[in-house]
């Protein structure tokens, strides 16, 4: 089982930036680069939700909420991936969650809060 740990959230007002890293381990590399990749996001009171995605061949898609604002990447060599946030919005408060694995393995990450507010 993959173990991922989150970093990177935090308070920002509304238009500000943050980027949230997502370490794994207990994965050799090869089968790190092998998996899809993906942030989901949790809002008090509401549904994890998918917020962006990466397949192993590297396929992007975005929810339409944050398409133009929000990038996912990843750092093969250090077992990692990113979502870097722009512009944020009140919206986009809650708690934001990798995900990494493939149709027979999935693993989570331990989670980051984002609130954004002035």
């Known amino acids: 089982q993959v173990q991922l740990v989150e970093s990177g959230g935090g308070l920002v007002q509304p238009g500000g930036s943050l980027r949230l890293s997502c370490a794994a381990s207990r994965s ?3 089968t790190f680069i092998s998996f899809n990749k993906a942030w989901y996001r949790q809002a008090p009171g509401k549904q994890r939700e998918l917020v962006a995605s990466m397949t192993s061949d590297g396929d992007i898609n975005y ?3 944050v398409k133009g604002r929000f990038t996912i990447s990843k750092a093969n060599l ?4 990113y979502l870097q946030m722009n512009i944020l919005k009140p919206a986009d408060t809650a708690v934001y969650y990798c995900n990494v694995g493939t149709h027979d393995t999935n693993s ?3 989670g980051a809060q984002v609130i ?3």
């Open 116 to 118: 954004v507010s002035s």
């Open 63 to 65: 929810d339409d909420s």
């Open 108 to 110: 989570w990450g331990t």
């Open 78 to 81: 250090r077992k990692a991936v």
């Open 28 to 30: 050799i590399l090869s």
